[in-house]
């Protein structure tokens, strides 16, 4: 992979959830970010945390085989933006690498777009891997759905979200993870106002859409399985009225069996 | 003329032997330092050679009897050679003894060489093949030259050609025998072998003991595990340099003889090549599976993976520890591999194949599957068990053990349930307060997370009042008992088999006959070889009215299902299936059934494609044969009290 040696990256990385248990560890998509880091600049690359230096998943980054991590010790409830962009400000670099989104919190997936936004820098989505850097231009490979992919060139600086479907992380060792420092650069950010006002409730499971099995052969699963999505079925309904257009949603809720008459 | 020069090469070689010994010592003492009990071990170590390592050494009665022969007529003519050849005491009945000790050491002679002319695949060749020559050599130089200085051979009897054959004999002898033992000849043993019996890691072994359970690492120190020879402490360094070679770890460990790239013989040797640096082109044993020696090279100060052998043979090993069981020296394999996968686990990062998900699991969800910590009961939801967190107390807690989220294991565990319920034992469980006891994370090196999960489950079990834990998972079993010690965790563990043969016993079971075809019985290494449980499931199948076959190797010298020391999780490839051989060795015994007394075991044999015979844990084979005490309500109003069905059988 040509590299340019003197790039500087940064990935932002954030204190993930664990499916399962709940329990706090290194985010999934936001290692793969260091992962692909760690293969473009080795040990040389920043790692970037907003919160707290005192949660101990943040060691698991660590244990990657990195020495240091920056952490822009903030309260829970502060915008992360603000201290990231002070930070770069400081810091310049090329690439800014992170997980799509949180795994705890918000997730809204908003902070990488916020912060290209206002750095200015273009965002590439959900990235799987970044096959070259030349001349000040990358080429990088998106990951779509169903496994394709699509090649992109983007000029640096840039910021790039990381995909599940990157290379997984490697093994955390808890030596060099607990051996790790913190570089510790205090707060700056203003609590999030807007997150303030909101109230906040318990999710409930969101009712799953029905599966309607139309494949009769095995070929048709597989190509159900692999092949784009075509919006087969169905139909565009623009001229008709609205009481057309209700009866036709009543139809297929009947058909699929959702409510009965 | 041999009147001056047999003194003169006495203390030259008497000389070196002392410069060769320091040199050794320097190089062990590059070692991590490790606090022994100095006097006491000098103190134990004839006991210590004289019976306890004389007890492994017996198990091959003719190296044994060679042995004595030889070693002992070697001690006893080196303390009188230096008096009557040394220092010129003249005394008949010094000249008497010293002629008896040369010759019985002859005769040891002739037998080793008798064994080297044809000898067995395990043993090391290269210099070892010289040494029985020079034992004899060395005996027969000695017995004539006793004979000539105490005047029992006429007067000028030889001649010079006689003086100058015995002049070359004694030079040859002591160059092997004083010069050899202290700088890395094949007689090396005998030197580091003493003082490796002196200042052993684990001095609870000698006199009958055992101390199986691994040593804590300290996650505090500046690289955790062992990357390089002089990562060792200095009496491991030492414990590898007392090897003898004689291959019998090589022929029982069930990873070499699958064709994966281990051979405990090897391992060592290449440790005794770190220790000393060099490579291993003088290695002259079975390499490792798969491996041409010659190549790997290594120093104290190197890496030892990559430089003097693979990560793969590290995660070959299944520590069934049956290589350190059979080895006469008592070195401590399992120890030095698992301290070399703490490095590669802790420090880098490089667990294979599965091993970076499963200790994930561990460490996310307490258990190896990464299922929901709170599912741990499921398994039971129709068996109303009491819980540990209701009742606060009971004779016996039941360690369930991973096992509960396998359905193989679930039968297991809902047998002994049945069993338990039967003897009307006052039991509770821990439910979803159990965490993974850490055995697997231990074995793979990761001893953070074991001590962790140690860590909470001690605190779990201190909440509550019980008089012993019982379990049927001899992994959890070993570590519950011999490993949590270390961390403040001091229990009464039994294993399931102890515990229902302890009921039987006491008549607190009633069991019925087993019928069927041939059984035979797999001792799990982790109940038999690490905690020397070998009598009670034997006991437990007879009250069975079961007559075992037993296999070829079985009881101490049982062989591994494959399944220990996380081998499955890290997968690495060899020739055969570990599982596979072990099944053989019960077709070879025309065995129907294999009894066991582990889940792992259950899983790693019922791996094996049929036909094969049947595998069933103990639990299982006792639940069977219940006699239980069926209320049929019909009856019941007929004749009222329980009724004791002993005729209803499965067919």
Same mark, same amino acid.
């Given at each position: 992979m040509p590299v340019e040696t003197s790039l500087n990256i940064a990935a932002l990385v954030s204190v993930g959830q664990h499916p399962v248990s709940g329990r706090a560890r290194r985010a999934d998509q936001d290692a793969r970010a260091v992962e692909l880091g760690l293969t473009l600049a080795g040990r040389s690359l920043s790692l970037v945390h907003v919160g707290d230096a005192g949660e101990p998943a943040l060691r698991q980054y660590l244990g990657m085989g990195l020495h240091t991590m920056t952490v822009l010790q903030e309260a829970p409830e502060a915008d992360a933006v603000q201290p990231l962009l002070q930070y770069f400000a400081t810091h310049p670099a090329d690439i800014v690498l992170a997980g799509v989104q949180a795994e705890r919190g918000e997730a809204s997936g908003l902070l990488p777009y916020l912060l290209a936004e206002r750095l200015g820098w273009p965002l590439v989505p #959900?990235?799987?891997?970044? #096959?070259a850097i030349e001349n000040g231009r990358a080429e990088v490979l998106q990951a779509l759905p169903r496994g394709q992919r699509r090649a992109l060139t983007v000029p640096l600086p840039f910021i790039a979200t990381v995909d599940s479907a990157a290379p997984g992380a490697r093994q955390t060792a808890f030596g060099p993870g607990q051996r790790g420092l913190f570089d510790i650069q205090r707060g700056v950010a203003q609590p999030d106002v807007a997150r303030a006002e909101w109230m906040e409730t318990q999710a409930r499971p969101r009712p799953k859409r029905l599966n309607v099995v139309k494949a009769k052969s095995a070929a048709e699963r597989f190509k159900a399985a692999t092949a784009k999505p075509q919006g087969q079925g169905g139909q565009v309904m623009k001229q008709e009225s609205s009481r057309e257009k209700a009866q036709a949603i009543f139809d297929l809720l009947v058909a699929e069996g959702v409510i009965r008459q | 003329m041999l009147d001056l020069l047999l003194p003169a090469l006495l203390a030259a070689a008497l000389g070196l032997l002392f410069a060769g010994a320091l040199r050794r010592i320097r190089l062990w003492r590059r070692g991590r330092p490790e606090p022994v009990a100095f006097l006491a071990g000098l103190a134990a170590m004839p006991r210590r050679y004289l019976v306890d390592l004389h007890h492994v050494v017996e198990r091959d009665r003719y190296m044994s009897n060679t042995h004595v022969a030889t070693a002992g007529g070697f001690v006893l003519s080196m303390l009188l050679i230096v008096p009557v050849h040394l220092f010129g005491l003249e005394s008949r009945w010094l000249n008497l003894a010293l002629l008896l000790a040369t010759l019985l050491m002859f005769c040891g002679a002739v037998f080793v060489f008798l064994r080297r002319r044809n000898p067995p695949a395990r043993l090391s060749r290269g210099p070892w093949m010289r040494l029985p020559k020079n034992l004899l050599v060395f005996s027969a130089s000695f017995f004539v030259l006793t004979l000539l200085s105490s005047g029992l051979l006429p007067e000028g009897f030889g001649g010079w050609v006689l003086g100058i054959l015995l002049a070359a004999g004694v030079a040859f002898g002591l160059a092997e025998m004083l010069f050899g033992m202290g700088w890395g000849g094949p007689m090396k043993h005998a030197f580091a072998g003493a003082l490796h019996l002196a200042f052993h890691r684990r001095p609870e072994r000698f006199g009958g003991g055992r101390s199986t359970g691994l040593k804590p690492v300290d996650l505090g120190a500046p690289t955790l595990g062992v990357a390089r020879p002089e990562d060792f402490t200095w009496n491991q360094l030492l414990g590898f340099d007392a090897c003898v070679q004689c291959g019998r770890c090589e022929a029982v460990c069930p990873a070499f003889a699958a064709g994966q790239p281990l051979n405990p013989k090897k391992l060592i040797q290449d440790m005794v090549v770190g220790l000393a640096g060099g490579s291993d082109a003088g290695y002259a044993g079975s390499p490792y599976p798969g491996v041409e020696p010659g190549n790997a090279s290594g120093a104290p100060h190197q890496p030892i993976v990559d430089g003097l052998l693979s990560a793969e043979t590290l995660w070959s090993?299944?520590?069934?520890?049956a290589c350190v069981e059979e080895c006469p020296m008592m070195i401590e394999h399992v120890d030095a591999i698992v301290d070399m996968r703490r490095f590669l686990t802790l420090e880098k990062g490089e667990t294979p194949n599965k091993g970076a998900e499963v200790l994930d699991n561990l460490i996310a969800t307490d258990n190896p599957g990464g299922f929901a910590p709170d599912s741990r009961m499921n398994w039971a939801a129709d068996l109303n068990l009491p819980l540990m967190a209701e009742v606060g107390r009971a004779e016996v807690l039941f360690w369930v053990s991973d096992g509960c989220f396998d359905m193989r294991s679930q039968r297991i565990l809902r047998a002994f349930v049945e069993i338990l319920k039967a003897a009307k034992v006052d039991f509770a469980v821990l439910g979803n307060e159990e965490c993974d006891s850490g055995d697997l994370a231990r074995r793979l090196g990761d001893d953070a997370t074991f001590q962790s999960l140690a860590r909470q489950n001690i605190a779990v079990l201190n909440r509550y009042r019980f008089e012993r834990i019982v379990t049927t998972d001899p992994h959890a079993f070993h570590v519950l008992k011999n490993e949590y010690g270390d961390f403040g965790g001091h229990y009464e563990v039994l294993h399931h088999s102890t515990f229902i043969n302890g009921l039987v016993r006491d008549g607190r079971l009633q069991l019925k006959a087993h019928k069927g075809g041939t059984v035979t019985y797999h001792d799990p290494c982790y109940l038999g070889r690490y905690n020397g449980e070998y009598e009670a499931p034997r006991a437990l199948l007879n009250a069975l009215n079961i007559e075992l076959s037993e296999m070829e190797r079985s009881g101490y010298r049982s062989r591994c299902c494959g399944g220990g020391g996380g081998a499955p999780i890290t997968d690495i490839p060899g020739e055969r299936r570990i599982a596979d051989m072990r099944v053989e060795d019960a077709r070879a015994v025309q065995a129907d059934l294999i009894a066991v007394a582990c889940q792992q075991c259950t899983a790693m044999l019922e791996g094996v494609v049929e036909p094969r015979p049947q595998i069933k844990d103990l639990a299982e084979l006792v639940a069977d044969a219940l006699v239980e005490e069926v209320h049929e309500p019909r009856k019941a109003a007929m004749s009222p009290g329980p009724k004791t069905a002993v005729s209803q059988e499965q067919p």
């Amino acid at each position: 992979m040509p590299v340019e040696t003197s790039l500087n990256i940064a990935a932002l990385v954030s204190v993930g959830q664990h499916p399962v248990s709940g329990r706090a560890r290194r985010a999934d998509q936001d290692a793969r970010a260091v992962e692909l880091g760690l293969t473009l600049a080795g040990r040389s690359l920043s790692l970037v945390h907003v919160g707290d230096a005192g949660e101990p998943a943040l060691r698991q980054y660590l244990g990657m085989g990195l020495h240091t991590m920056t952490v822009l010790q903030e309260a829970p409830e502060a915008d992360a933006v603000q201290p990231l962009l002070q930070y770069f400000a400081t810091h310049p670099a090329d690439i800014v690498l992170a997980g799509v989104q949180a795994e705890r919190g918000e997730a809204s997936g908003l902070l990488p777009y916020l912060l290209a936004e206002r750095l200015g820098w273009p965002l590439v989505p #959900r990235i799987a891997q970044i #096959r070259a850097i030349e001349n000040g231009r990358a080429e990088v490979l998106q990951a779509l759905p169903r496994g394709q992919r699509r090649a992109l060139t983007v000029p640096l600086p840039f910021i790039a979200t990381v995909d599940s479907a990157a290379p997984g992380a490697r093994q955390t060792a808890f030596g060099p993870g607990q051996r790790g420092l913190f570089d510790i650069q205090r707060g700056v950010a203003q609590p999030d106002v807007a997150r303030a006002e909101w109230m906040e409730t318990q999710a409930r499971p969101r009712p799953k859409r029905l599966n309607v099995v139309k494949a009769k052969s095995a070929a048709e699963r597989f190509k159900a399985a692999t092949a784009k999505p075509q919006g087969q079925g169905g139909q565009v309904m623009k001229q008709e009225s609205s009481r057309e257009k209700a009866q036709a949603i009543f139809d297929l809720l009947v058909a699929e069996g959702v409510i009965r008459q | 003329m041999l009147d001056l020069l047999l003194p003169a090469l006495l203390a030259a070689a008497l000389g070196l032997l002392f410069a060769g010994a320091l040199r050794r010592i320097r190089l062990w003492r590059r070692g991590r330092p490790e606090p022994v009990a100095f006097l006491a071990g000098l103190a134990a170590m004839p006991r210590r050679y004289l019976v306890d390592l004389h007890h492994v050494v017996e198990r091959d009665r003719y190296m044994s009897n060679t042995h004595v022969a030889t070693a002992g007529g070697f001690v006893l003519s080196m303390l009188l050679i230096v008096p009557v050849h040394l220092f010129g005491l003249e005394s008949r009945w010094l000249n008497l003894a010293l002629l008896l000790a040369t010759l019985l050491m002859f005769c040891g002679a002739v037998f080793v060489f008798l064994r080297r002319r044809n000898p067995p695949a395990r043993l090391s060749r290269g210099p070892w093949m010289r040494l029985p020559k020079n034992l004899l050599v060395f005996s027969a130089s000695f017995f004539v030259l006793t004979l000539l200085s105490s005047g029992l051979l006429p007067e000028g009897f030889g001649g010079w050609v006689l003086g100058i054959l015995l002049a070359a004999g004694v030079a040859f002898g002591l160059a092997e025998m004083l010069f050899g033992m202290g700088w890395g000849g094949p007689m090396k043993h005998a030197f580091a072998g003493a003082l490796h019996l002196a200042f052993h890691r684990r001095p609870e072994r000698f006199g009958g003991g055992r101390s199986t359970g691994l040593k804590p690492v300290d996650l505090g120190a500046p690289t955790l595990g062992v990357a390089r020879p002089e990562d060792f402490t200095w009496n491991q360094l030492l414990g590898f340099d007392a090897c003898v070679q004689c291959g019998r770890c090589e022929a029982v460990c069930p990873a070499f003889a699958a064709g994966q790239p281990l051979n405990p013989k090897k391992l060592i040797q290449d440790m005794v090549v770190g220790l000393a640096g060099g490579s291993d082109a003088g290695y002259a044993g079975s390499p490792y599976p798969g491996v041409e020696p010659g190549n790997a090279s290594g120093a104290p100060h190197q890496p030892i993976v990559d430089g003097l052998l693979s990560a793969e043979t590290l995660w070959s090993c299944t520590t069934c520890r049956a290589c350190v069981e059979e080895c006469p020296m008592m070195i401590e394999h399992v120890d030095a591999i698992v301290d070399m996968r703490r490095f590669l686990t802790l420090e880098k990062g490089e667990t294979p194949n599965k091993g970076a998900e499963v200790l994930d699991n561990l460490i996310a969800t307490d258990n190896p599957g990464g299922f929901a910590p709170d599912s741990r009961m499921n398994w039971a939801a129709d068996l109303n068990l009491p819980l540990m967190a209701e009742v606060g107390r009971a004779e016996v807690l039941f360690w369930v053990s991973d096992g509960c989220f396998d359905m193989r294991s679930q039968r297991i565990l809902r047998a002994f349930v049945e069993i338990l319920k039967a003897a009307k034992v006052d039991f509770a469980v821990l439910g979803n307060e159990e965490c993974d006891s850490g055995d697997l994370a231990r074995r793979l090196g990761d001893d953070a997370t074991f001590q962790s999960l140690a860590r909470q489950n001690i605190a779990v079990l201190n909440r509550y009042r019980f008089e012993r834990i019982v379990t049927t998972d001899p992994h959890a079993f070993h570590v519950l008992k011999n490993e949590y010690g270390d961390f403040g965790g001091h229990y009464e563990v039994l294993h399931h088999s102890t515990f229902i043969n302890g009921l039987v016993r006491d008549g607190r079971l009633q069991l019925k006959a087993h019928k069927g075809g041939t059984v035979t019985y797999h001792d799990p290494c982790y109940l038999g070889r690490y905690n020397g449980e070998y009598e009670a499931p034997r006991a437990l199948l007879n009250a069975l009215n079961i007559e075992l076959s037993e296999m070829e190797r079985s009881g101490y010298r049982s062989r591994c299902c494959g399944g220990g020391g996380g081998a499955p999780i890290t997968d690495i490839p060899g020739e055969r299936r570990i599982a596979d051989m072990r099944v053989e060795d019960a077709r070879a015994v025309q065995a129907d059934l294999i009894a066991v007394a582990c889940q792992q075991c259950t899983a790693m044999l019922e791996g094996v494609v049929e036909p094969r015979p049947q595998i069933k844990d103990l639990a299982e084979l006792v639940a069977d044969a219940l006699v239980e005490e069926v209320h049929e309500p019909r009856k019941a109003a007929m004749s009222p009290g329980p009724k004791t069905a002993v005729s209803q059988e499965q067919p």
